[in-house]
């Protein structure tokens, strides 16, 4: 029905002006149809695919300044000190609600990528590509998977240079991807850490990995500059515990 | 009347079975459908095995008969060669079914010298090209055709009732009727084909009236010949062996524009396409690509472009730094000098669908060529998807295929021992060797009762001492218990580590080791 309404209106907010007309006739002559699209397409509609905002969990939205993943960004999600733990929870939760909503993600140089645990955060794994093995070029396959995937998270095998990193950036922004580099990165436009967090439920000798706090925190440019902190609970659609008093944690019973 | 040879392979389910598993069959062997005996080999049948016996009635005969289950897939797999021999000697060949086809006896038996000559011809030719034992019957029809070649006779021409007439009543393959018959004393062919045809169908109906016509020898059914598969390759051979891509891309292109006519000529699209090409070298290299949609003259293109990239590139990198790609037989590529495309996974080409909202799929077609372009670069295993399916362990969980390949999911079923979400973030594709010990520095471990000799109290990683602040467990897995190459027993704990991190662990066989970081 959206489809059918956005086809109503599309001609009635075109100036049928001569320019336009122009361009039009322009469009058919050199057979470019399908091709050349006015900007106003690229608003997309509500679905998610298309849009200039890819959407993200509701709890990862106050972290980013559009409120969702913008094309053509990148955000990094750091995994070196202070605290290393929940960097790849945090990268699998940020590709989760894009994935959800019908964009195509890829994550290059994790071999050992939980995949039950994406699935588990909603990530729509017959819409994610892996390349766990890029070898010494992976530049170029950053570089080629940008041209035609939503949300690209990469993690190097070593330290990338500054030129290198704006390269790769560029090439996101020219595209309309996102590029989410997971470790050591400069140059992003946003970057996430996990300065904190811990599970519950789990005692000596008794319980399970029930319920995780991640503490999440960005730090970034422009927009993002002013620093923030949220903390998400895993796993997602249940209401966050109260805060519990120490040394007190959930009994539940193993699997 | 139209003669008709018939090349019968006894017992072919058992050969089959022989063939394609390995089993021998020399020894008892019996198929099973449904718990009832199909065929049987030579030597189970001398013990006493016959068709339509239950499974405990054919072992208490030969209790060492070995049983297989009945697979028509395979039974038709393991034909194909014996066709293709007999197709060899003859063309026109039916397949009647898996063990059994029928011929035109005319042709051969014209250019061979007889019928006696050529059924020699083509026993022989099986026999050689397949190491399949086959009889040969000729008749007028191919019901007449398939008896005589249970006996291995040639049927003289017009003598095909006289030779039905002796035979028992249950070759017609129809066992309520023959049943029928039998009681009303019919007992042979020869006594059915002499009752009046206009009685027998108005007694017993149509199908009847068939089997009455075939008694009497009267099988005018022609044969349904076999078409065999159009050659649908294409190849080109390179004066200057090809070096650049921009060469290659050409000929590329070429080569598929001439591909993609031969497949619409034949009304075909392909699904997978293998590409081989031959360097100077001597070198061979191949890969087949997949596509879930159809292949265009310019998907055919492109793919082909892509791969000779890949390749050339590579040969030029190997010069370079001496790399060796395993795939890659022979010292370096070196120049192309024939290119061959294949298809594979034809189907009918009944028109390309287009997306009904204009650009419906585009995006999904955007990152396929972007996935498929890095396959080019890396080789078709770099790109990899999961697809969920059964399994205990956070590994075993998810089943990785090549990109482009068939995403084939398991149902959904409950997997008792497997462990709850959430999943561990980080699974390492080896699991890192770990030690644990107790509050004593004693190593811990799990008795066969499956109790902890000691509270687990520090984990060594690499040397590193962690404290230990929660566990749970053991968990106890034993999987493949009775096959003892998979066999895997082992225990699973969760712990927690005093700086947060938290760890699957996993002790089998007296080590211990990481299994996945809750990351």
């Given amino acids: 029905m959206a489809d059918i309404l956005a086809l109503r209106r599309t001609p009635r907010r075109r100036h049928p002006g001569s320019a336009s007309a122009g361009v039009a006739e322009l469009v058919r002559a050199t057979g470019l149809t399908g091709l050349v699209k006015p900007a106003s397409a690229a608003a997309g509609g509500p679905d998610g695919v298309g849009e200039r905002v890819l959407p993200v969990l509701p709890e990862l939205r106050a972290l980013l300044p559009a409120g969702g993943l913008r094309r053509g960004s990148t955000v990094a999600v750091a995994s070196t000190a202070p605290a290393p733990f929940g960097a790849t929870s945090v990268l699998l939760a940020l590709l989760a609600a894009a994935s959800a909503a019908g964009s195509w993600c890829a994550v290059v140089g994790m071999p050992a990528l939980g995949l039950a645990a994406a699935a588990e955060l909603g990530v729509a794994l017959e819409r994610l590509a892996l390349v766990p093995e890029p070898g010494p070029d992976w530049p170029a396959v950053v570089a080629a998977l940008l041209d035609g995937i939503d949300v690209v998270a990469v993690a190097p095998p070593g330290p990338v240079s500054t030129d290198l990193g704006s390269r790769l950036a560029a090439r996101a922004r020219q595209r309309g991807s996102v590029l989410v580099p997971y470790g050591q990165w400069s140059g992003a436009d946003i970057v996430l850490r996990t300065p904190g967090g811990g599970w519950r439920g789990l005692g000596e000798g008794w319980g399970r990995l029930a319920r995780r706090g991640l503490v999440i925190s960005r730090r970034g440019r422009g927009a993002a500059a002013h620093p923030r902190e949220v903390t998400l609970w895993l796993p997602l659609g249940i209401e966050p515990p109260p805060p519990l008093v120490e040394d007190a944690p959930v009994l539940e019973a193993a699997g | ?519």
């Fill in chain 2, 1 to 519: 009347m139209s003669r008709v040879m018939v090349v019968w392979c006894p017992d072919w389910p058992v050969v089959a079975a022989g063939l394609i598993e390995g089993i021998p069959i020399h020894e008892p062997v019996a198929v099973l459908a449904a718990n009832r005996v199909v065929a049987c080999s030579e030597a189970a049948r001398t013990e006493g095995v016959r068709q339509g016996l239950r499974r405990r009635e054919a072992q208490a005969r030969c209790p060492w008969l070995a049983i297989v289950d009945d697979d028509p897939a395979r039974d038709a797999r393991a034909f194909e060669p014996v066709i293709e021999a007999v197709e060899e000697l003859a063309p026109g060949v039916e397949v009647v079914r898996p063990g059994t086809c029928a011929l035109a006896a005319r042709g051969p038996g014209g250019y061979f010298g007889s019928e006696a000559g050529a059924a020699e011809r083509i026993v022989e030719q099986v026999a050689q090209a397949c190491l399949v034992e086959a009889q040969v019957g000729v008749a007028d029809g191919v019901f007449a055709a398939g008896l005589a070649a249970r006996s291995g006779k040639l049927v003289p021409a017009g003598r095909t009732g006289e030779f039905l007439s002796g035979i028992d009543i249950g070759a017609l393959d129809r066992p309520e009727l023959v049943d029928l018959l039998r009681r009303l004393g019919v007992d042979t062919l020869g006594a059915f084909a002499a009752l009046p045809g206009a009685d027998v169908f108005g007694r017993f109906g149509l199908d009847a009236a068939l089997a009455h016509r075939l008694a009497g020898g009267r099988d005018e059914r022609p044969l349904a010949v076999r078409q065999p598969p159009p050659d649908l390759d294409v190849t080109q051979v390179f004066d200057e062996p090809l070096e650049r891509v921009d060469a290659a891309a050409f000929a590329a292109r070429q080569l598929a524009e001439r591909l993609h006519d031969r497949l619409a000529g034949h009304g075909l699209a392909c699904t997978r396409l293998g590409i081989a090409a031959f360097t100077e070298q001597g070198g061979e290299l191949y890969r087949t690509w997949r596509h879930d949609g159809l292949l265009t003259a310019a998907g055919i293109a492109d793919r082909v472009r892509w791969q000779l990239d890949g390749w050339l590139a590579r040969g030029r990198a190997a010069c370079r730094s001496g790399y060796q790609p395993a795939v890659v037989s022979g010292p370096r590529p070196g120049g192309i000098i024939r290119l061959r495309l294949y298809p594979d996974g034809v189907v009918e080409h009944a028109g390309l669908q287009l997306g009904l909202w204009g650009d419906a799929g585009e995006e999904r077609d955007r990152a396929h060529r972007v996935l498929t372009r890095v396959q080019g670069m890396l080789g078709p295993e770099a790109v990899l998807t999961g697809v969920l399916g059964g399994g205990r362990d956070p590994g075993d969980h998810v089943r990785l295929v090549p990109w482009g390949d068939e995403r084939i999911s398991e149902p959904e079923q409950p997997w008792p021992g497997g462990l709850p979400a959430p999943s561990p973030a980080t699974v390492p594709p080896t699991p890192l060797p770990v030690d644990v010990y107790d509050a004593e520095g004693g190593p811990v471990g799990v008795t066969a009762r499956l109790a902890l000799t000691a509270a687990p109290a520090t984990l060594d990683i690499s040397g590193e001492l962690e404290r230990i602040s929660g566990w749970a467990g053991p968990w106890p897995v034993d999987e493949r218990w009775w096959a003892p190459d998979e066999a895997s027993r082992r225990v699973r704990f969760q712990v927690c580590l005093a700086d947060g991190r938290a760890l699957l662990l996993t002790l089998a066989g007296g080590a211990w080791s990481i299994q996945g970081v809750y990351d």
